[in-house]
């Protein structure tokens, strides 16, 4: 276990240990509308966990969110919960990466890259070039879907600077990372895949180059 995970997990196990927030503390809402599909407990235990998390500068609203997609896959009880507490201590450790500015949707970004084994280097440096949130979350997880297919991490960050930098959003961008699963799934090298999709050039000023212009055989 890296050193930035094994700090942010330990300091999150010690709020995990001082118990529930006092009584005057602001009440974190949202799992009431669990309260049919769940007991009492489960949903008074998921607050806990909520505000424990929170106090580590984790929104709620991803936790609540996670909850109730795993309620909506027939997860409930202990294994929601010990599902949610894992969660909120990876988005506590994300958090470290992403920064204290980072909204909800680049933090759940960041903490499922590194989940899928970026480097957390590489996530700190790509949020802090990547100000845009929109930039910051579809690119992280184009990064996580890079990795998966065996592009190496500074060729697929050098990707898919280059495919933001030419205009490509959302959708657009994430067909990118489709098209070199379909082209390394025929048995083309994950490397030239990504450069067959995206001109990423030979350095950081190659990556300026206007779109649609190629770079010299």
């Not at 330990?10 to 001082?18: D, P, T, W």
């Not at 990707?159 to 390394?184: I, K, M, T, Y």
């Amino acid at each position: 276990m890296t050193g930035w995970r094994f700090r942010s997990i330990v300091a999150f196990a010690v709020l995990a240990v001082v118990g529930p927030v006092n009584a005057g503390a602001q009440e974190v809402r949202g799992f009431e509308r669990l309260d049919e599909r769940l007991s009492p407990a489960t949903v008074e235990r998921l607050r806990g966990i909520a505000q424990r998390a929170e106090r580590a500068g984790v929104p709620p609203e991803l936790l609540r969110r996670k909850a109730m997609e795993g309620v909506s896959k027939g997860v409930t009880g202990a294994r929601l919960e010990q599902a949610i507490e894992l969660y909120a201590g990876r988005l506590a450790a994300a958090r470290e990466l992403a920064g204290p500015d980072a909204g909800p949707d680049v933090l759940a970004a960041a903490a499922e890259a590194a989940e899928r084994g970026v480097p957390p280097g590489r996530i700190r440096a790509f949020v802090s070039a990547n100000p845009n949130p929109l930039r910051s979350t579809v690119g992280l997880r184009v990064l996580g879907d890079l990795r998966d297919l065996g592009v190496p991490d500074g060729e697929a960050a050098r990707g898919v600077s280059a495919a933001l930098d030419r205009g490509l959003r959302g959708e657009r961008l994430l067909a990118v990372s489709a098209a070199v699963r379909r082209r390394v799934g025929a048995g083309e090298n994950p490397s030239a895949a990504l450069r067959a999709e995206v001109d990423i050039g030979r350095g950081p000023a190659d990556t300026r180059r206007p779109p649609g212009r190629r770079r010299p055989n």
